[in-house]
């Protein structure tokens, strides 16, 4: 896998991506002389769920299954990451520090739903990522945090739709950011916070995005 560094550096973020988009507010309105009527009239919020939240079916680490923006996203404060549970690189220290970062956030992460969303779909059962789970000390009262995996083709869906994975041909699917997508999808809200910083700075960022 590259170097997430390099990697990050090469991909712009989501909340980059939605405003070249003309999906955040000011950028909707700054753009809209120059665009359709048809896209100047759509909704920001079905603009964003259209484009970036596909409705794909997933499978929880429960065996549930489930609708990417139905059931996971809709309405909800989210914070997705992508990992897989073999990664021998970032993903359990990343893992290890939203877990600190839900601790600093303390009552506040009562309104948020945090996801994490497997790369590896074929091997990453929900059995597997149960255990992952348990192992990083996230239990069954933790019902706030969903794990997800699925038919290769929706994870790679979700992953590119949020920025998430690599879109250059020369990278696998394991090429992968380091950060997590931070969003109020009823609020039309979206951002990142960088997984390889502090569980403090990740809580830090989490908060200023959904200020």
Known sequence: MNPIQTLTERRSTFGRALLGAGLLAAGAGLMGAAQPARARDEDPRERVRRRRLPNVPLLTHEGRVVRFYDDIVRDRQVVINVMYTSCSNICSPATRKLVEARHHLGPRTRDMH???????PLTDTPAELAAYRRAHGIDGRDGDWTFLTGKPAHVEQVARALGLMSDDPADDLLSHSGAAVVGDERRVQWGHAN??????GIARMIRFELV
């Open 114 to 120: 945090f996801v994490s969303l497997t790369l590896t």
């Open 195 to 200: 997984t390889l910083t502090s569980g403090r």
